[in-house]
């Protein structure tokens, strides 16, 4: 039995193995270097702690360090990178992938002679189907040129970039293509004419041409094969150096054309420092001139000199994004007052929430009270209600301006003029703090309830010997106990509260808008959602700014809590006691 | 050994299914509406090509966010069914494929093509146009008004004659895609247009035009017209349950009031003054193709030579009726009279700027009219310092 165990662990151990090496080599053939070796790190110290004996105690925190690495360490290194970065819309790709695109998209191939080349497609026939073994007779100026089957030329991951095919001459009856003999018939042909092309055990016959409607039939069988060989592919005459593309002809149809890549990687000589450099660029081989390469952005240069903005990277920029927080007025400018705003909003929430919280635990607390079960769960359902439920109520149903129940029924019921809830700075602050307070007080009423679990009823009773009020009991003995119970608690729904992005969102939108700003600030954005306009409602998404000013929320937070901690001395405490 | 061969059984397994080539197929990402459609066009499509067509729901609003993070990995469907407002940003980040000139070019509203237009290259395919116009209910108003003057007497009639219990005149009241009409019929503009495409460094939202448009729609709000805190779900499920006299709504809203049985009709927007008309803004709804997509030259295919046709064309028209993209459809369905009063409305259109910076408009124009509406600023404040906010969120 323990034999069988031991051989299930091991094939465990070997198909974990086998899993990670290939997602860690597929990842790294894509390009995700970091995750491919974040996992076959991980691979490692997975098999070291199982095959090392000494290592023993490690195992079991493999799961933590399988997690620990993929959901705390990457995403940390992913923000940190790309805080440095312009990565953002126009700026997705690698500047590998951006060069490969301007070099090798057929989209950047121009025709260099009007008039298309004719030609015929061959294939070999299996069950009365053409198959995508073909081969292509080309009439370039009277000649003949054959073919093949283009192969690949540069690959990314699976991704075929570009095909070249060998352009041969047509010169006999029987000719050599990749070191195999080929016969067509009849010969001599012209073009339209030729029935088969045949080698050792094949033959090939005709599946496709223009303008011959027999062969038109067949657009399907060649269209497949457009798209899987021939829209990537060029065909190469070695002698001319002429290039044969697939290209969309004014009427509509495919044609082959003699085209040029509108890029190409050149060699150029700059001085610098004294010393000429040789620097690989890319050129337009159209206007022959280099192209712009700035800020992670290639741009060429048109007749007029107006540069056009051709494809974008996800460069390096270096310290830019920390500098715009507080150099760039327009960013900078609101940024203190929603920070202050932030900062109240969180530690109003806390105290609102605690204190209502508190009291309703210490009611709960009362054995001689009936039926605390049944109160204990009513007030414990704004919690269980799904939050976007919740908010969107609170903002259609309650407050808003024309039809809530507060500004058209209740107000004018007691003689009051309607508010604008929403237009109002204060009353929009205002009703943050109610929803997140409706929100969050069931979790320190729970939370509260069970420190008080905590106190030992000794010390009530040994106080009120020495005759202590109320009062004094509750300032002298719950207050202190529980803090000491609840404060790291406190802390943490401080720096949650601070982060709240959704219940800002969905209230409130950050609105009111701030009269005279020049950013999309609002009254009741926090830092957060601030950030989330900033980043996200400009010129298209900018992740490396948005990761920016993470970080620094980040390190505010984090001193925040800091602070809290040392002043609050919470940790001491409870440390103290053990 | 039994143990090495399962073994090996499952790796060679793991093996085949991150290698096998799938069977070559379309796929395609569009929302609710259209995927009936869509889905019966694949079959016969499947039927004529030999091709299939996977029709995949996404919500209208996570097609083009999720197409943002699955295209640049080479993954995402072959063609997104979206907005024309998609296309800027989409191309900037090289996710687009240009779709090549095809024969039935002509058939094509110019705004529906322009509007997919970027750089000089076309980037999708249009299928429908759409355009805001005034709906009203014909139980309340029997001769929709034809300028803003008479609007407002009308709306102002209907208030008293039913004591609140219906609206005049309801629209979603600090939203710039619904005050848009106002500011553009009186010259305003966002984007200056150029023969290149927009200048985007020209902002024309507080222009003279625009400030008398948006002063004009603070009139509705003055004289109780319209209320600060009307906004478009309101709107809607007032006029549903018949108690809104004129709203301005889109063609996308108009199956659910014929649903609920609202006895509606379709007309132009009033003019600002006689024989200055409303501009509503026009979007386009169209097919676009992944720059990455490994079947472009099939997606291509199906996309010109069967979607682009008269037929199909018209099929995704009876499906989902909006105004179409092909002169010659129209043609065909002109006896329906609310896609007349949309098409009506979207002539004096003005297609919606295609470009990234766009995406800053919104939230800016948005804030200024909220101030506007609520009486925090004046037109004039509240439009030059929105676009001042415009300058600096696209300023890079």
């Not at chain 2, 779900?233 to 549903?240: A, N």
Request: hydrophobic residues 45%; glycine residues 8%; proline residues 5%.
């Amino acid at each position: 039995m323990v034999k069988i165990l031991k051989i299930l662990l091991w094939f465990i151990l070997a198909l974990l193995n086998a899993i990670f090496l290939l997602f860690g080599i597929y990842l790294i053939r894509n390009a995700y270097y970091e995750l491919g070796i974040v996992l076959l790190s991980a691979l490692i110290l997975i098999d070291f702690f199982i095959l090392n004996p000494k290592a023993y105690p490690y195992r079991y925190t493999i799961p933590a360090l399988i997690f620990l690495f993929l959901l705390v360490l990457y995403p940390i290194y992913f923000t940190i990178k790309t805080a440095f970065t312009n990565y953002g819309t126009g700026h997705i790709f690698t500047r590998e992938e951006a060069i490969e695109r301007l070099l090798y998209d057929p989209n950047y191939t121009y025709i260099l002679e009007e008039k298309p080349i004719k030609f015929k497609i061959f294939s070999v026939f299996k069950d009365s189907q053409p198959t995508d073994d073909f081969l292509i007779i080309f009439e370039i100026d009277k000649e003949y040129y054959i073919g093949g089957i283009p192969l690949p030329k540069k690959q990314r991951g699976r991704e075929i970039l570009l095909r070249e095919g060998k352009l041969t001459k047509i010169k006999n009856k029987i000719f050599d293509l990749d070191g195999k003999t080929f016969e067509v018939s009849p010969y001599p042909f012209n073009i339209d004419n030729i029935d088969f092309i045949s080698t050792s055990n094949k033959v090939y016959k005709p599946i496709f041409m223009l303008d011959n409607p027999e062969l038109e039939k067949n657009f399907y069988y060649f269209t497949l094969i457009i798209q899987k060989y021939l829209i990537q592919t060029e065909y190469v005459d070695k002698e001319t150096g002429k290039i044969l593309g697939v290209k969309i002809d004014n009427d509509g149809r495919w044609k082959f054309f003699i085209v040029d890549r509108l890029y190409r990687l050149s060699y150029e000589n700059i001085g610098e420092d004294g010393k000429t450099k040789t620097k690989l660029v890319i050129i337009n081989t159209k206007t022959k001139k280099t192209i712009i390469e700035e800020k992670g952005s290639f741009y060429d240069i048109d007749d007029k000199g107006n540069r056009i903005f051709l494809v974008g990277y996800s460069a390096f920029v270096g310290f830019e994004n920390f500098t715009r927080i507080l150099t760039d007025e327009q960013v900078s400018g609101p940024f203190f007052r929603v920070f202050l705003w932030t900062i109240i909003w969180s530690l109003l929430t806390v105290l609102f929430s605690f204190s209502l919280g508190l009291s309703f635990a210490l009611v709960l607390n009362n054995r001689k009270l009936k039926g605390r079960n049944l109160y204990r769960t009513l007030l414990i359902i704004p919690w269980a209600i799904p939050y976007f439920i919740s908010v969107l109520t609170w903002r259609n149903g309650i407050f808003n301006e024309t039809y809530g129940i507060l500004n058209k029924i209740i107000l004018p019921f007691l003689g009051m003029e309607p508010i604008k809830w929403f237009n109002d700075p204060f009353w929009a602050k205002v009703i943050c703090l109610t929803v997140n307070t409706w929100l969050t007080f069931p979790y320190m009423m729970t939370v509260s309830l069970g420190a008080l679990q905590g106190i030992p009823d000794e010390l009530y009773e040994v106080s009120a010997i020495d005759g202590a009020g109320k009062w004094h009991r509750f300032w002298y003995i719950t207050f202190p106990l529980l803090l000491a119970v609840v404060a790291p608690l406190l802390i943490s729904s401080f720096a949650y509260t601070f982060n709240n992005f959704t219940l800002i969102y969905l209230l409130t939108a950050g609105g009111p808008p701030m009269v005279g700003a020049t950013t999309p600030a609002g009254h009741t954005d926090i830092l957060i959602s601030y950030v989330y306009k900033l980043a996200f409602e400009g010129r298209g998404q900018e992740f490396g700014f948005a990761s920016a000013i993470a970080i620094l929320i980040f390190f505010l937070v984090a001193g925040i809590s800091l602070m809290n901690f040392k002043l609050s001395g919470a940790f001491e405490e409870i440390r103290g006691e053990q | 050994m039994r143990k090495l061969s399962l073994l090996f059984l499952i790796l060679s397994l793991i093996v085949f299914s991150l290698t096998s080539a799938q069977a070559t197929k379309i796929t395609i990402w569009c929302s609710e509406k259209q995927v009936d459609i869509l889905q019966r066009l694949g079959e016969e499509f499947k039927a004529k090509y030999g091709v299939a067509v996977e029709v995949q729901y996404v919500e209208f609003g996570s097609i083009k966010p999720n197409f943002l993070t699955a295209a640049p990995l080479g993954k995402g469907a072959d063609i997104i069914v979206g907005a024309h407002d998609w296309v800027g940003e989409l191309v900037v980040n090289g996710l687009l494929e240009p779709i090549p000139e095809f024969k039935d070019i002509k058939q094509f509203y110019d705004t529906a093509l322009k509007a997919f237009s970027y750089g000089g290259k076309l980037y999708g395919l249009p299928y429908a146009m759409e355009a805001i116009a005034l709906i009203y209910n014909k139980d309340y108003v029997k001769n929709p008004p034809l300028t803003m003057e008479s609007l407002i007497t009308t709306a102002k009639k209907i208030n008293t004659a039913y004591k609140g219990k219906v609206k005049g005149f309801v629209t979603s009241a600090a939203e710039f895609y619904y005050v848009a009409p106002v500011i553009f019929g009186y010259g305003g503009y966002v984007f200056k247009d150029t023969p290149t495409g927009l200048d985007v460094s020209d902002i024309g939202l507080a222009t003279p035009g625009a400030i008398k448009g948006v002063k004009l729609w603070k009139r509705l709000v003055d004289e109780g017209i319209l209320s600060p805190g009307d906004n478009y779900q309101i709107m809607d499920s007032l006029f549903k349950e018949g108690k809104a006299a004129m709203i301005i709504n889109g063609p996308w809203a108009v199956k659910a009031y014929k649903d609920a049985g609202v006895n509606y009709g379709v007309t132009v927007i009033p003019n600002l003054e006689a024989k200055v008309p409303a501009k509503p803004f026009v979007g386009v709804q169209g097919f676009m193709v992944n720059a990455k997509s490994p079947n472009k030259v099939l997606v291509r295919e199906f996309l010109i030579n069967f979607i682009a046709t008269k037929d199909t064309m018209h099929k995704i028209y009876l499906a989902d009726p909006r105004l179409p993209a092909r002169k010659d459809v129209l043609a065909l369905v002109k006896d329906n009279p609310d896609i007349v009063g949309f098409t009506k409305s979207a002539s004096n259109g003005i297609p919606m700027p295609n470009v990234p910076e766009m995406a800053a408009v919104w939230g800016a124009m948005n804030d200024a009219l909220n101030l506007v509406v609520n009486g925090k600023a004046t037109p004039e404040e509240a439009l030059s310092n929105a676009v001042k906010t415009i300058r600096a969120q696209i300023k890079k």
